[in-house]
């Protein structure tokens, strides 16, 4: 690993260091580089580095994005590399000779500041304390320097970065799961279905939305109602696409998804919904209140009359449209007068009414209870 240079700084009081780079070449306003990525280390770690570090923040030891980094530089070191740049600002950049004198293997930075990468280059100081130098062998980082005005150019837009960054969310993230790629891909005919957040490019009102589709799929869910339950909020359903491995996401997006399958999910469930506007709000009295607090609760036991093992088959042997047209708002009047009756006697009210509905009715356990019930 390199050490900062003893004795030796640039005109702006940032120390130098040499640096053996794998790839160097220079851009127009800017030096790129390809280091080992411990030939950095010493710009954040060892004697003085608290005076020489200028940096926005010190290291955020149990923030998540750095535990996730913790995790990638320990699992898949050689990966580690692939996310973003490390930028550094400098005041003058030289080749320094190797060993013998005979050629530059080397550059000299001198007055090396580190703009941006503090958290990533700690991360990796870290992870080489923990495994050792052998275990870093194959990691590679990208770097970018940068000099005079375009260096204080870089260095007051990296500390206003976040302002120009569209962060990811889990939903960004459902395009690299494969099953919903391929349903994404599918023929849908004159229907469409895109999981991505954002505007697309021409109206189509005929679009089904992501949070419609999950829905729709768990309301249609072979399994109890704990999928269901997740997705009838907006923190639940970030939870169900944030973990692609667990069994509810697998049960509801897995391989053998057909467009045809979303269609008569989304279908079933708006048949569900529109049955359930049609009670008179007399009915949203007392225990009632489970109509509003619990809709999706309603709207997945109303469905259970349908073939649901069946939901992705391309056969048209049932009759889903029939189905939905001829029974659906039978279905939901049972559906709630057994749900409500299994509530009132489940969770009778004791004292004061304020809150009790509001509370008990969206509770999974609740849920749970009245669907074994």
Known sequence: M?????????????????????????????????????????????????????????????????????????????????IDWITLGADSMSPASGPGGRFADRIRLDGAELIDGNQRLRTVALVLDELGEEHLAKMRLKVEVFFGAERDQARLLHGTADRYRNLRTAQDRLILCSNIRRLAHANWERLGFDPRRGVSAGPNSDDFSMAEVTRALACLSLRGPEAAHMASTVEGLTGLWEDQRSLLYLDLFHAEMTPLG?????????????????????????????????????????????????????????????ALRQHMKEATLKAVDRLVKLYERFFPVVGATAGHYSKTAPDLSVWTALVEG
């Not at 794998?22 to 280390?41: G, H, I, K, N």
């Not at 750095?66 to 990638?72: D, F, P, S, T």
């Not at 036991?301 to 049932?318: G, K, T, V």
């Open 2 to 82: 390199n050490q900062i240079l003893p004795h030796h700084s640039g005109s702006s009081g940032h120390p130098s260091i040499l640096l053996r780079p794998l790839y160097a070449a220079r851009l127009d306003r800017s030096f790129v580089l390809e280091l080992q990525a411990t030939e950095l280390l010493p710009l954040v770690v060892g004697p003085g580095v608290g005076k020489r570090l200028d940096t926005a923040r010190k290291y955020l030891h149990d923030s998540t994005p750095n535990r996730e980094l913790q995790r990638l530089a320990r699992e898949s070191p050689e990966a580690f590399g692939l």
């Open 262 to 322: 979303v269609v008569r999910a989304v279908e079933a469930r708006r048949a569900a919904r529109g049955a359930l506007e049609e009670l008179p709000k007399s009915r949203q009295k007392g225990h009632g209140r489970l109509i509003m607090y619990a809709p999706e609760l309603i709207y997945w036991a109303s469905c259970r009359y349908l073939p649901l093992d069946r939901l992705h088959e391309e056969s048209r042997q049932f009759d889903w449209n029939g």
